[in-house]
């Protein structure tokens, strides 16, 4: 079965909204990552947070991890139009690299 | 710029003829993978390559293939496609495995007819 479960599957905000995408997920992991794709198009990294860490920070990227519930949410501040797109948590069980990913959540920012 | 690129961007193919799929990349990494994405999935990992070494998923049919014939290239190779096995596939490198960030090329959508 999966390891991610994204929520909510779509979420439609206006620009200037903070957009939150949440993960859960089954087993331990070594690190979790999430990845933005465009519509038809590969998948971008936007960050990386390891077991060990709580909550890391890339630009109006906030990204928590709590490994008691087994959950990460991912916070778009001040989000734009052009952040419009599917959001993937992937999980790294055995640091190896060989990720699962979640079925992502849909972003829609409204002008 | 360094990148992953795959060839070609869509791929037409009849019921049942092999296809083969192509990814290079100029960012001289070590590890290579194939995933599969079907539409509003998940996309999920058939394999991956350390160097020569082949790493398949458990759940991969053998139905794929792949070849990595040096640093740069990886082939997919479907033997006998089916109607289920149209989907985007994705190729992507990281430089080790363990705590990388892998790079995605754009995709091949393949279709079969």
């Known amino acids: 079965s999966q390891q991610g479960e994204e929520d909510p599957q779509a979420l439609s905000i206006q620009e200037g909204e903070n957009a939150t995408m949440n993960c859960s997920y089954k087993t331990s992991i070594n690190n979790l990552q999430w990845y933005r794709q465009n519509s038809g198009r590969g998948l971008v990294h936007l960050i990386l947070i390891r077991s060990n860490e709580r909550e890391k920070h890339s630009g109006r990227l906030r990204v928590t991890l709590d490994t008691s519930k087994k959950s990460s949410s991912l916070l778009i501040t001040a989000s734009r139009a052009a952040d419009t797109a599917s959001y993937f948590c992937a999980t790294d069980i055995t640091g190896y690299s060989t990720l699962t990913f979640g079925k992502g959540t849909m972003l829609l920012v409204s002008p | 710029d360094a990148m992953v690129i795959q060839n070609p961007r869509y791929q037409v193919t009849q019921f049942g003829k092999p296809v083969t799929l192509s990814c290079s990349q100029t960012l001289n990494h070590n590890v290579m993978y194939w995933y599969q994405q079907k539409s509003s999935q998940a996309p999920k990992l058939l394999f991956h390559?350390?160097?020569?070494?082949?790493?398949n998923e458990a759940d991969t049919p053998d139905n794929f293939q792949s070849r990595r014939p040096n640093t740069s290239f990886c082939f997919l190779d479907i033997r006998s496609p089916g109607l289920g096995d149209a989907a985007m596939y994705l190729c992507a490198t990281s430089r080790v495995p363990g705590e990388e960030t892998q790079y995605f090329g754009p995709g091949t959508r393949l279709l079969v007819l």
């Open positions: 390559y350390y160097d020569k070494d082949f790493n």
